[in-house]
């Protein structure tokens, strides 16, 4: 049963795709007040109730105890101290209901902070649709909230394949020389992907002639070996006379403003760029037909990225902060002074107030940014998104966006941003899955041996025995960290048999993940969904259900050979190696200690369960999916 509150004149995010009938907020049932422009709801939690939700955010699956922040944020430490991360993903399941909150711009969610047994949560505006969602389990509470919502984007068969990335492969012979050692390694692989290097000076829409001369036999010759190239696509829009797009988008006034109607001007990785209004339909129509010069080319599978929208600097924030230095210049700074200049250059970037600069044109008026900004990367995605389902179908392109909100679920995938190669980072992946899923992403998944900072071999075989379950398996890091290939390490071939028990397992992962979104339920649990009064199961954070037939429980400790699991009933412990089951043992409801080496992926078979696998192969088109053998107890 879903009931729907509504206030003032709610911008139309695109979110859900059923209208119910609204109801006023007098009669909205939980404790509410409107307050200096801002909607305030509070309610009580239970003692032990557990917090679910808010999809990709930072610390646990149970998210009580914290503050949190709806606001797409563009921030690459992703430490226990934030708020924000990415995604706004306004679903909660608490008070008893699910509860969606269908508004653009800042929600603060103090989920039993300032009081243990208090949620307070503050929507910064007064127009908006809350949807309040009974359900007798959370899982049902989730299924009905994803109804609403609409069926998850899918992906080509091919994007469950494991990616190899790198800011950035800096030409066509770096990337012949990934796929080369992938090979001798006999690692499978299935894309690379190419970071903003590939381009002509990080024009979005173009490709650098001199590090890809003839682009089109070069995407040709790697389609041969069945594989795929996916190149990331950033959201600004290169400022720079005799460059196609951004003169049309200038021409056009496609660009978002200022306050004054001129074009607001944000510095990226290319300078200054102008931003695309893509909350206008005629924009983001513009902006996806963009994407056939790449199409056209034979590429099927993308990354957008930059689109919180990530600004490093306002034209008029530098200008401010050079005006700072100028009039310091020549002066002795006392410590105060000191701070003063160092904090106005070390605020550039992200800044509330170029924030609040910035202006849409909704409906012929202009909008100020902070009212719409969660909606900005999810609608580049549906600019994607729309060109892809018009011009070749459903399930058709690769696609996965940084930012995103919940609406984007039907247009494409996300990855978990700027992450860091530590072991925290295994199970803060592991805690966002369940948690994203509720919102509607099913296709997703983190950078795996982490972004930033340099990975030790042991760090990315753990991060990858974790990242075999999730749909994207993309390896990703950052520029000036330690090469992060999986042959570039000592015994490759440890690395050969973590990935080669992806391939094996794709049927079954495809097949979930198919199951999911055709069903609006989730691909990955919490273990309290499936246990909810077994007291072990209701708390445990470092293990996941997978499908209706998998418990899973990666090891995220250094020098650790094994690790404590919880099996909350009896459950076959089986090790996967390569082609080899390593091991197969039923053990009982209750705690255990299992090893794992580090070429193995453990996995819990459900009593009476079965799942399919097939041979490995080196690439998703060359496995033979009808062949499988069945892994059962
Ligand atoms: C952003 C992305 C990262 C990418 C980098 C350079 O930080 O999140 O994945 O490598 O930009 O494009």
């Not at 801002?38 to 999809?55: A, H, Q, T």
């Not at 400022?239 to 403003?257: I, Q, S």
């Not at 992060?484 to 440890?494: G, M, N």
Request: proline share 6%.
């Amino acid at each position: 049963m879903i009931r729907r509150f509504t206030s003032g004149k709610p911008t139309v995010t695109g979110a859900v795709i059923r209208r119910l009938p609204a109801e006023n907020t007098d009669r909205f049932p939980f404790a509410h007040r409107f307050e200096s422009g801002c909607f305030v709801f509070s309610f009580p939690l239970r003692k032990d109730e557990i917090v679910y939700g808010l999809g990709e955010a930072p610390r646990g699956i149970n998210k009580r105890g914290w503050l949190y922040r709806s606001w797409c944020s563009d921030d690459p430490f992703h430490t226990e101290n934030k708020q924000a991360l990415y995604g706004a993903h306004n679903f909660l399941i608490a008070g008893g209901c699910g509860i969606f909150i269908d508004f653009p711009a800042e929600i603060r969610w103090d989920l039993g902070y300032t009081h243990a047994d208090e949620a307070v949560i503050r929507l910064d505006g007064e127009d908006f649709d809350i949807y309040l969602i009974r359900g007798e389990t959370p899982r049902k509470i989730v299924r009905e909230f994803r109804a609403l919502i609409g069926k998850s984007y899918l992906p080509p068969f091919w994007g469950l394949g494991y990616q190899q990335s790198r800011w950035s492969y800096p030409n066509a012979e770096a990337v012949r020389n990934v796929i080369r050692g992938y090979e001798e390694a006999g690692i499978p692989l299935d894309a690379v992907c190419l970071d903003i290097d590939y381009m002509e000076r990080y024009k979005s829409f173009t490709v650098s002639e001199e590090a890809f001369p003839d682009f089109e036999s070069f995407v040709g010759e790697i389609k041969a070996q069945d594989l795929h190239l996916v190149p990331i696509i950033d959201a600004g829009v290169k400022k720079e006379d005799g460059y196609g797009v951004y003169e049309e988008g200038r021409e056009k006034r496609y660009f978002c403003k200022n306050a004054d109607g001129s074009d607001f001007e944000g510095g990226v990785w290319p300078g200054l760029v102008g931003f695309p209004d893509f909350l206008r339909p005629e924009v983001r129509k513009w902006f996806g037909e963009k994407y056939r010069f790449l199409t056209d080319k034979g590429i099927d599978g993308f990354w957008n990225d930059m689109n919180e929208p990530a600004i490093f600097y306002s034209a008029a924030g530098l200008k401010n902060a050079m005006e700072k230095a100028a009039s310091f210049n020549g002066q002795e700074l006392d410590l105060s002074k000191f701070f003063e200049l160092k904090d106005v250059f070390a605020r550039l970037d992200n800044n509330p107030d170029d924030y609040a600069a910035i202006r849409h044109e909704l409906d012929g008026k202009l909008i100020e940014h902070p009212r719409v900004h969660n909606l900005y990367g999810a609608s580049m995605t549906r600019a994607a998104g729309e060109f892809f389902e018009k011009e070749f179908g459903p399930e058709k392109i690769l696609l996965y966006s940084r930012a995103s909100c919940v609406g984007a679920h039907r247009y494409g995938g996300i990855w978990f941003g700027d992450n860091a190669s530590w072991w925290s980072h295994i199970l803060l992946c592991l805690k966002m899955l369940p948690s994203v899923n509720m919102c509607g992403f099913l296709y997703c998944g983190a950078d795996l041996g982490g972004f930033n900072d340099n990975v030790t071999r042991d760090l990315l075989l753990r991060f990858l025995a974790l990242g075999v379950f999730t749909p994207l398996m993309r390896n990703h890091s950052a520029l000036g960290t330690r090469d992060q290939e999986c042959y570039r390490f000592d015994q490759p071939e440890d690395f050969r048999d973590i990935i080669q028990v992806r391939y094996r397992l794709i049927p079954y992962l495809y097949g979930t993940l198919r199951r999911a979104a055709d069903e609006n339920d989730m691909m990955f649990r919490p273990l309290s969904f499936d246990y909810p009064d077994d007291p072990i199961a209701r708390e445990c954070e470092t293990q996941l259900m997978l499908g209706e037939e998998l418990m899973i429980a990666p090891v995220y400790e250094q020098n650790a050979s094994g690790r404590a699991v919880y099996l909350p009933e009896d459950m076959c412990f089986i090790k996967l190696s390569g082609e080899r089951v390593v091991s197969k043992e039923v053990l009982p409801r209750g705690l255990h200690y299992v090893p794992v080496a580090l070429n193995e992926v453990p996995l819990f078979l459900k009593k009476g369960k079965s799942i399919p696998l097939c041979r490995p192969a080196l690439r998703t088109a060359q496995l033979d999916t009808e062949k499988t053998e069945l892994l059962s107890w």
